[in-house]
Antibody
């Protein structure tokens, strides 16, 4: 059974860089899109971006200038860095395993395994 | 702003059927997935693809779609179904994932 365990600094000052890592246990690392999602207090889910095992990334256009997602296949880990943090980046950050495919002409994608979430607060 | 639109809140009487909808142009080309999130917990996928339920999801959950609107139907709602529900799909470019704003389901 695949499990995702995530960790990182929980309290940052404005302008500092948010850094989180997610380790994948119990499953293959290839063939999936390793994903970061966040949820601001009382708000909905926001996709940050993803990376495949080859290192190809996709980022949310609204965050692209500040985000870097990287992967370490030797450790079955992937990481998120979000620089120039502001209070608006205060959120619970989730890592997740993404699956994509095609059925006839319809494309599908979903996240089937999620980490427990890590709370990050940006405050002076 | 989200490219997928959901009603903010829906209520259903215990044991009755409820439909939660998600509307967006990208749904004409991309299947939607549905996530259930209870307070303090990570989301859980309940429907993906055309109408697929992951192992462990009760068969009272089903999905459907027509043109630019997808629906999550809960047939015979239970108290434990009270949660926030989010739809998700690809955006019109196909490169990015988008979420709807979420629907808070109350079971009366």
């Amino acid at each position: 059974q695949v499990q995702l365990q995530q960790w990182g600094a929980g309290l940052l000052k404005p302008s500092e860089t948010l850094s989180l890592t997610c380790a994948v246990y119990g499953g293959s690392f290839s063939g999936y899109y390793w994903t970061w999602i966040r949820q601001s207090p009382g708000k909905g889910l926001e996709w940050i971006g993803d990376i495949n095992h080859s290192g190809r990334t996709n980022y949310n256009p609204s965050l692209k200038s500040r985000v870097t997602i990287s992967i370490d296949t030797s450790k079955n880990q992937f990481s998120l860095k979000l620089n120039s943090g502001t209070a608006a980046d205060t959120a619970v950050y989730y890592c997740a395993r993404g699956i994509r495919g095609v059925i006839i002409t319809y494309h599908y994608s979903y996240m089937d395994v999620w980490g427990k979430g890590a709370t990050v607060t940006v405050s002076s | 702003s989200s490219e997928l639109t959901q009603d903010p809140a829906v209520s259903v009487a215990l044991g009755q059927t409820v439909r939660i909808t998600c509307q967006g142009d990208s749904l004409r080309s991309y299947y939607v997935s549905w996530y259930q999130q209870k307070p303090g917990q990570a989301p859980v996928v309940v429907i993906y693809g055309k109408n697929n339920r992951p192992s462990g999801i009760p068969d009272r959950f089903s999905g459907s779609s027509s043109r630019d609107t997808a629906s999550l139907t809960i047939t015979g709602s239970q108290a434990e179904d009270e949660a926030d529900y989010y739809c998700s799909s690809r955006d019109s470019s196909g490169n990015h994932v988008v979420f709807g704003g979420g629907t808070k389901l109350t079971v009366l």
